[in-house]
C-alpha cells in the first residue's frame, strides 16, 4: 500500500502528517519512508534516519560522436526542449534543458549520439528505527526534479505500507510523486488560500483517478470554508489538527506531535483505519 | 526599474503574506504572482482580470487506435511511463505523465500516434486597487511551470514599462527547481524568507545558494522569528558569516489567518507590533534596493 502526502499549497502540514503517520504505524506493521520533496527534503529533521548509503542521479543526455556526425541536424529538429542546436560543424548540448527522453540518440542517421550521465542530485538512504527511509536531494541550480523523484521511488519496497511525502504545488514534481498512490491524504489549512490550492489538487488527483482524503491542519474548530468544499466534492476530511503554538514550536525543535501529544497516536491510527476503509 | 522577487524554499514561510502587505505599502510598483501552479497572491489583492491568454504547454502524443497495429514500440522508447496496454493491443497515452518529447510519434512504424497541441494554462493582466498585477493559473496536472512563470515576469516589466512603475514585486513559489529558476532570471534582489524552524533554515540555505548560483543580489528576513529563540540567532549569525543582510524580524502572530480569510493584506487589516514589524522591513527593504 502507497499512502501519498500532497497540498497544493506549502507549508501546511505534509511533513507534519507523514512523519507522525509514520511513526504511529511503525509498531503495527510494516512502513517505509521515502520523502519525495527532493527540492527541500525535511523529513529527516523529524525521523531523524541513519542514513548509510548515497546514490548520485544521473539524468541521460546526449554526447556527440564528432568522428561519426555530419551536422545533419535530425537531432536538434527532433528534440522538442531545444536542448541541442547544430552548426555548421559543432553540435551545442544544453544538458539543463534536456528532459532525457532518447529521441535524438534513437534517431540520429548516423549512430553518432550516445548518452552520458549528467548528474542532477542524490538519493540518500538508510532507517529511522525499523522504518527504510529515502530521500532524494536535488542539486542547485537543477531545473528538473522528476527524472530524481522517479529514482527516489525505485526504492519503494512493495511489501510495507510505503508513506511518501510529496512537494508543494500541483504540476509535474507532485504528479510524479502521488503517480501509483493507493490514496492521497491532501493536508489543507482553514483559510482562503488553503482551499484554493486544495481544489486546484483534488482536480489533479481525480484527473489520475487516486482516492483521496483530507487533513485539516492548523483548524480554528468549524472549518466550515473547507468542509463544505469537501462535502460538495465528496471528498472526505478523515482528520484535523488545531492551530495549536505548542505544535508549531515543537516543529522549531525538531519533534513531532506525538512526541509533545502522545495520545495523537491514537488519532494517527485512526485516519489510518479510515484509510484502509477508503480502499 | 528594480525587480524583487521574494523566495523561501520551504512553503508556507509567508511569502505571500509579506508580498501582499509590500503592494499595500510601496508605491508606483506593479505585482507578480509567480508561483503559477498555487497562486494566491489574487486572493488578497482582488484583481479585475483585463486580459485572458491561453497558454500552450508542449503538445501531447494521442494514439489513433484505428491505426494502431498494436506492436508496443511506443511504450519500449518512452522514458516517462506514459503509455500503458489497457487492454491486449490496445494502448493509451498518460496524458499527465507524458512530457512531449515527441519520440513515440516519430518512431510509430504505422504512423498511428499524433502529437496534439495543448492548453496548459492561463495568464492575465490585471488591475488591483494596488496597481497593476500580472498573474498565472497553470492547467490541472501540467508542467512547464518555468515558462509560464517566464511569461509573468515578461508581462509585469511590460506593465511597469507601460506604465511609468519602477518596481516590480514578484512572489516566487518555493522550492529551487524549475520555476524558481524561472522566477529569479533577471531580479536585481531575491528577499528569501525563512522561519527559525531546522525546515525553514536549511531551505533557506538552498534558496540562497539558488539566488547566488544565479548571481542575483539576496537578503533575508525572519518570519515567526519568536517561536525559536535559539534557531533565529542561528540564522542570524549564519547570514552574517555570508554576508546577506538581515532586513527583518516578524513575531508569530495568529491573527494572521483573521486577515487572510478576510482576504486582506495583513497591514490594511490589522495595527500592531507585527504590522509595524512588516512596515520596518519594507522601508529598509525599499533603501537596500
Redesign the interface.
Known sequence: MIISIASGKGGTGKTTVAVNLALALKNVRPVQFLDCDVEEPNAHFFLKPHLVQNQTVYLPVPEIREDRCTYCGKCAEVCAYNALAVLQDTVLIFPELCHGCGGCSLLCPENAIQEKGHRIGIIESGSAGSIPFSHGKLDIGQAMSPPLIRAVKKTLESDRTVIIDAPAGTSCPVVESVKGSTLSLLVTESTPFGLNDLQITVETLKELAIPLGVIINRSEGKDKLIRDYCQRENVPVLMTIPLDRAIAVAYSEGKTILDIQPLYKEKFLNLFEQIQSLI | MKQVVII??????GK?LLSACFAALAENKVMADCDV????LH?LLHPEIQKTHSFYG??KAKIDPEKCTGCGECVH?C??DAISEIQEANFLVDR??C?????CS??CPAEAIQMEKTKAGEWYVSQTSYGPFAHAK?G???????KLVTEVRKNAKELAEKNGRDLVILDG?????????ASLSGADLALVVT?????GF??MK?AV??AR??GIKTACCIN?YD??AS?TSQIQEWCKKESIPLLGKIP?D?SV?AS??Q?VPFVEHTNNSTATAIKDLYEILKNFL
Open positions: 523561501s524554499g520551504k512553503g508556507g514561510t505571500t501552479d498555487a497562486a494566491n486572493l508542449l503538445d522508447v522514458r516517462f499527465v505523465s512530457e512531449g518529447c515527441t519520440v516519430l518512431i497553470l490541472i496536472g501540467e508542467e512547464n511551470s518555468g513559489p518555493p522550492g529551487t527547481g524549475c520555476p524558481v529558476i522561519e527559525p524552524t531546522p525546515s536549511h531551505d538552498r545558494q539558488v548560483h544565479f515567526k517561536l525559536n534557531n508569530y495568529e489567518t487572510l480569510i482576504g
